[in-house]
């Protein structure tokens, strides 16, 4: 049996019960009349139990349960624990507020009570993320003054606005090799938001797909992101306020922005640049290797043939132009590491 079944069967024979006494009653002001007047406000509290039970009972406790289902555990947790502080608060203030003289000694209790639980369970919901920061901060502090202990899951890593829109970040967060919390500031959200309105049409496709990247990244099992309102105070510039928010959390900031990863290093604030990741994981190979290369343009010098590898690196065959849209195998002659990443000269294996 469902419980709206059971529940309407209890609620039609309470109600009918307190329909008998509401009959009873009403039938002592006719005596001939007092048997009919219990049955008939009898039958009519059991058909009201049997059709409203439901709305007020197992409904709302449904409602209630997917309500609670949809929270996630953060907001449940920091909803008890200012739950519990703003009825700690009202229960110190109850005592001296009860000593005022009538009426305000009996009501103002029972308001502090109800206001002070209020103002707890808002602002520990609203501020949630600041205070799993402050917390998670206080425990790697712990951690790496103990003897040998550090816990990367702890670490918090600042987002700033091109390495979400890169979208680079979300494949790199799904592997595990980013662990801990990816914290997005809310004025780096806004300069998204504002990026995704420009009415320039490439800023726009690339704010978009920023806010694509980002609720990827919110919808992965495995990757814990947080939208923080924490904010700097005095400071307009975006990359200012992550550079200075990363020294007060005592945490990273993944970006591939150049400047602003000079403008941290400069300040002593540690980076996680994505492009130098990307430099790094790169296929390493050496003079003298044989490759097998798809030759898809001419390069800038005559005669020359360009194609690329797997991971993107640049291959420059010499007297590769008249190879364009064949498959050829190659072999390195050098390799030349630039800022804008590494290069591979290769020869033709009948050369």
């Known amino acids: 049996m469902s419980s709206d079944f059971i529940a309407r069967l209890l609620g039609m024979i309470v109600f009918s019960i307190l329909g008998a006494y509401a009959g009873n009653w009403l039938g002592r002001f006719n005596d001939e009349q007092q048997m009919l007047y219990t049955l008939t406000v009898s039958l009519i509290g059991a058909l009201t139990g049997l059709v409203l039970t439901p709305f007020f009972t197992t409904r709302p406790m449904r409602s209630l349960r997917a309500l609670l289902g949809r929270?996630?555990?953060?907001?449940?947790?920091?909803?008890?624990?200012?739950?519990?502080?703003?009825?700690?608060?009202?229960?110190?203030?109850?005592?001296?507020?009860?000593?005022?003289?009538?009426p305000f000694g009996k009501i103002l209790p029972f308001v502090g009570v109800l206001l002070f639980t209020y103002f707890g369970v808002s602002l520990f919901v609203m501020r949630q993320s600041d205070f799993a920061n402050i917390l998670g901060a206080l425990t790697s502090r712990r951690e790496e003054s103990s003897p040998?202990?550090?816990?990367?899951?702890?670490?918090?890593?600042?987002?700033?606005?091109?390495?979400?829109?890169?979208?680079?970040?979300?494949?790199?967060?799904?592997?595990?090799?980013?662990?801990?919390?990816?914290?997005?500031?809310?004025?780096?959200?806004?300069?998204?938001?504002?990026?995704?309105?420009?009415?320039?049409?490439?800023?726009?496709?690339?704010?978009?797909?920023?806010?694509e990247v980002l609720s990827e990244l919110q919808k992965a099992p495995s990757v814990v992101v947080r939208i923080s309102d924490i904010d700097v105070e005095g400071v307009r510039e975006v990359d200012d306020k992550l550079v200075i928010l990363a020294r007060q959390l005592k945490c990273p900031i993944l970006t591939n922005d150049y400047n602003l990863n000079r403008i941290a290093e400069l300040q002593g604030v540690p980076i996680l640049n994505i492009n130098e990741l990307a430099n790094a994981v790169?296929?390493?190979?050496?003079?003298?290797?044989?490759?097998?290369?798809?030759?898809?343009?001419?390069?800038?010098?005559?005669?020359?043939?360009?194609?690329?590898?797997?991971?993107?690196?640049?291959?420059?065959?010499?007297?590769?132009?008249?190879?364009?849209?064949?498959?050829?195998?190659?072999t390195v002659t050098k390799v030349l590491q630039t800022a804008a990443g590494r290069m591979i000269f290769a020869r033709t294996e009948d050369q």
């Open 282 to 330: 790169k296929s390493v190979v050496l003079p003298g290797e044989t490759l097998s290369v798809n030759i898809i343009q001419e390069g800038k010098e005559i005669n020359q043939g360009v194609g690329y590898m797997d991971d993107g690196t640049m291959v420059v065959v010499e007297n590769g132009n008249r190879l364009i849209g064949k498959t050829v195998e190659v």
């Open 71 to 102: 929270l996630s555990a953060e907001t449940l947790f920091a909803g008890m624990v200012g739950l519990i502080i703003g009825l700690i608060v009202a229960a110190l203030l109850s005592f001296p507020l009860s000593l005022l003289p009538d």
């Open 148 to 211: 040998g202990g550090f816990s990367a899951s702890s670490r918090t890593t600042l987002l700033d606005t091109s390495v979400i829109i890169d979208g680079r970040i979300a494949d790199i967060a799904r592997t595990g090799f980013l662990p801990g919390t990816l914290l997005i500031p809310r004025f780096v959200l806004n300069e998204l938001q504002y990026i995704a309105d420009s009415p320039d049409s490439l800023r726009r496709a690339r704010g978009r797909r920023g806010m």
